[in-house]
């Protein structure tokens, strides 16, 4: 079981699915939930160090209003944290546009691009890896 697994996606039927799914397979110690990628981003940045939770992975949608998961990713790159390379990021999106996977599959912190809805299979193969 991971400690902390964020999920940053608009999508709350999405949302609470999967939080559901992760919490009844006991994959996860905590889950925080960010509706973009700004909400997550002010959280690490905002949060006192020690009281922020670095997650061990991150289920990051493409497509958010504010501030979307390549704008997240970005900035997350730049972000001066202790730890942070050691979080696995998963793009989850529903969107089978060519273009999203070929700018996924040339972003070396992506884990791995995955099609919603995510399967237990899917959620296994996360939180066993780590």
Do not use: H
């Not at 039927?13 to 973009?36: C, D």
């Not at 909400?39 to 991150?58: F, G, M, Q, R, S």
């Not at 696995?88 to 919603?116: C, G, H």
Request: glycine share 4%; charged share 30%.
């Amino acid at each position: 079981m991971v400690k902390a697994t964020f999920i940053i996606d608009d999508d709350e039927v999405y949302v609470y699915a999967i939080k559901r799914l992760i919490n009844l397979k006991q994959l996860s110690e905590q889950v925080l939930v960010f509706k973009n990628g700004q909400l997550a981003l002010d959280y690490l940045i905002n949060t006192p160090a020690d009281k922020v939770v670095l997650p061990d992975v991150i289920l990051l949608d493409v497509r958010m209003p504010v501030l979307d998961g390549w704008g997240f990713l970005e900035a997350y790159a730049e972000l001066n944290i202790p730890g942070k390379q050691k979080v696995d990021i998963y793009m989850v999106s529903s969107s089978i546009d060519p273009r999203d996977l070929e700018k996924a599959a040339n972003i070396p912190i992506i884990k791995r691009y995955l099609f919603k809805p995510v399967n237990l299979e899917d959620l296994k193969n996360i939180f066993e890896k780590r």
